[in-house]
């Protein structure tokens, strides 16, 4: 089993910050990573895939980065519409999720 | 657009066999590009993926689960479904399902989300 690993789990920012949450891979997994956004009680939206590519609508200010057993999804300027929880996803050897972080109001 | 719609009991009692459908609109469920998942999250905890479908049937079951998971699609419905056996409490969770990408006999990410269904498993 290929286990991610995400922190922070909680992460308190304000609006107009820039934030930076980083996903862990227990093995390689090459560029194998997509990113979600989840607001509450909504289903999880698709935001990056292969590590670095934008789904097309999603704004310019996500971005991804990384290779290997290391990656970090980046909120160039937090948003009022920014504030959700976060979650991580290889599909290298079937398909995990990382435990998710939390962006809150600060 | 492509929609996708969990159905199904939001109850089931322990040791019983919990039952949801996915209803596929916008799309069809035979497109060769895709494969068809369900994904599931307890209360207040993150996602755990439960198993993926073909259009022809064949089938991906996360190995933690498999001896009580049952994927089946019916193309002329345009639904897939998903039945677990021998629930606990443990399986209380909101069940998503969700159009899982494939290409080169790889499978990727999922896109889009039905908007998700609690179960919950008590007597």
């Known amino acids: 089993d290929i286990q991610m690993t995400q922190s922070p789990s909680t992460l308190s920012a304000s609006v107009g910050d820039r934030v930076t949450i980083t996903c862990r891979a227990s093995?390689?997994?090459?560029?194998?990573l997509a990113w979600y956004q989840q607001r509450p009680g909504k289903a999880p939206k698709l935001l990056i895939y292969?590590?670095?590519t934008l789904e097309s609508g999603v704004p310019s200010r996500f971005s991804g980065s990384g290779s290997g057993t290391e990656f970090t999804l980046t909120i160039s300027s937090l948003q009022p519409d920014d504030f959700a929880t976060y979650y991580c996803?290889?599909?290298?050897?079937?398909?995990?999720f990382g435990q998710g972080t939390k962006v809150e109001i600060k | 657009q492509l929609q996708l719609q969990e159905s199904g009991p939001g109850l089931v009692k322990p040791s019983e066999t919990l039952s949801l459908t996915c209803t596929v609109s916008?799309?069809?469920?035979?497109?060769?590009?895709?494969?068809w998942g369900w994904i599931r999250q307890p209360p207040g905890k993150g996602l755990e993926w439960i198993a993926s479908?073909?259009?022809?049937?064949?089938?991906y079951y996360n190995p933690s689960l498999k001896s009580r998971v049952t994927i089946s699609v019916d193309t002329s419905k345009n639904q897939f479904s998903l039945k677990l056996s021998s629930v606990t409490a443990a399986d209380t969770a909101v069940y998503y399902c969700?159009?899982?990408?494939?290409?080169?006999?790889?499978?990727?990410?999922?896109?889009?989300w039905g908007q998700g269904t609690l179960v919950t498993v008590s007597s």
């Open positions: 093995h390689s997994i090459s560029s194998w």
């Open positions: 996803q290889q599909y290298n050897s079937y398909w995990t």
């Open positions: 969700a159009r899982h990408y494939y290409e080169q006999q790889l499978l990727f990410w999922f896109d889009p």
């Open positions: 292969k590590a670095s």
């Open positions: 916008g799309g069809s469920i035979s497109s060769s590009s895709y494969y």
């Open positions: 479908i073909y259009y022809s049937g064949s089938t």
